[in-house]
């Protein structure tokens, strides 16, 4: 029953309405069909929701069954698999795009059986697949699936995601698998957008799914080699991308070349013989896991107008390195100019306090950089060396829209100097954007200084505070995750 009691109410003087009681199944058919289908979506167990509504009584079994999209998600997860249900559902879903989800639970024994009976039930239905995710099944459970995919066409997939176990995607020598994934290799799938590949070399067929808009591979051997230069790993991303004219996401990661402490050696001039810049005009957001140089060396390899943000494997914002500096200053045009969040790191390691002699050139290029970016609302300096504040006066005078300062672990400044930048942009009035928030992340050793009265204006003016690594936690304190909302997204965590 819906909550609504017997009783009288009193609308006026002289005129009451009497309330009656309310049952569930008066409510209107739309208003079920979405309460079915928010319910389908969410929740969680070992009974399905369509099966259970349609136990419920008569009309919920009536509209349960006259709903398809409820019937369109089948999960192959338990070891004996639900195939005379999914047969069921698959004849009520009546042509519906339907999505499968394949994990290793039903191959520990009948690998084989299991894995035929499955694409039997899926191949007389191709049609209709809109999403399909295969995780960490046997070798010999992917090429059965797969080696059936590649003479078919599936007109309605839009998502195809494929993680390989440990074993099939790398050999016992630590490289990638040799094995050839070829899915619609003589088929087609020309609505696909979507590709998500763990441990799968993608070099046989990617370049077929020419509308692909976001591509994921992690662990796939992008960059090729065992021991890939800097100038392989940025040629490796020219040639993907330019057999992808249309991508709006790409994510790109071998995480064995990932190194979270990065030393100020990391930071070096980048290699004068890397490939010419090249552009791509699509691509909002990118995510790389590679060195910090190899990373900065792909950075300054690319013309990305479009690009909002970047992001690593793990999701923390992409460490920038100083040594992109001259290329964003001085390339035309503007390499990334659309940038709204950067996070700009080098000159000297969270470890070493010892700042690379290239420092003071790569600095110099500062405001020559951020005088490009006039869409910059959040900007994050990550072990910046500012040599006694002689780099840090052109934030009272360059991007317009900047909203966001954190220092993070960052040494030789002074919070005077950022004192007088906040004053430099309220005095610019309509020009620049004053700044709304300020946070200044230290080791818990380290003590940062305020002359008298700085921190007590500092307070009034903006949203200020001073967060100690590694004693607090300073989790969700980045633009991106406040403000953009992409989750995790947090530093030093």
Known sequence: MLNAPESSLDIQPGLTVQLSPLHVN?????????????????????????????????IWRQYALSIPSLWTNLEFRQKKPHFERYR?????????????????????KASVKHAKEIMHLIIPNIASLRTLVVKRVPHKVLRIIFDRLALITAPQLRTLTV?????????????????????????????????????????YTIGRFKDLQYVRLKWSGVFGGSNPTAYDHVKSVQELLTILPNLKYILMG????????????EFQQL?????????????????????????????????????????????????????????????????????ISLR????????????????????????????????????????????????????GRTCPNLEWLRFVLCQRFTM???????????????KLQPLVRLIVH???????????????????????????????NISGQDFLSVVKGVKPLTHLT
């Open 26 to 58: 008066d409510l209107p058919y739309d208003v079920f069909h979405l309460i079915f289908s928010i319910c389908c979506q969410t929740s969680k167990g070992t009974a399905a929701f369509p099966v259970l509504a349609t136990h419920v009584c008569r």
């Open 254 to 265: 071998d995480t064995r070349h990932h190194e979270y402490w990065a030393e100020s050696d």
């Open 442 to 472: 230290q080791w818990s050793s380290k003590i940062v200084h305020f002359e008298e009265g700085d921190r007590e204006w500092l307070e009034g003016a903006v949203e200020f505070d001073v967060k100690k690594f590694p004693l607090e």
């Open 271 to 339: 290699a004068a013989h890397l490939p010419p810049p090249f552009t791509y005009n699509t691509l909002a957001h990118v995510s790389i896991g590679a060195s910090i140089y190899n990373t900065n060396a792909i950075i300054a390899s690319l013309v990305l107008p479009e690009l909002e943000f970047a992001i690593d494997w793990q999701q923390h914002e992409l460490l920038i390195g100083v040594n992109c500096l001259e290329s964003i200053a001085r390339s035309s045009p503007c390499p990334l100019s659309g940038l």
């Open 88 to 108: 069921i559902w698959l004849e009520r879903a009546n042509g519906a795009p339907f999505d499968v989800l394949i994990e290793r639970g039903p191959f520990q």
């Open 344 to 395: 700009l790191g080098g000159g000297c390691s969270a470890i070493n306090p010892d700042t690379h002699p290239r420092n003071y050139i790569n600095m110099g290029y500062l405001e020559g950089a951020l005088d490009r970016l006039e869409r910059l609302r959040s900007l994050s300096f990550d072990r910046v060396n500012f040599e006694d504040d002689q780099y840090l006066p052109c934030l």
């Open 163 to 203: 993680k390989a176990s440990r074993k099939t995607a790398w050999s016992s020598e630590g490289v990638p698998s040799k094995w050839k994934f070829k899915p619609f290799i003589q088929g087609e799938a020309p609505k696909l957008r979507e590709l998500n590949l763990g441990g799968i070399n993608p070099s």
């Open 416 to 430: 005077k100097q950022v004192r007088s930048i906040i004053e430099a942009r309220l005095a610019a009035e309509k």
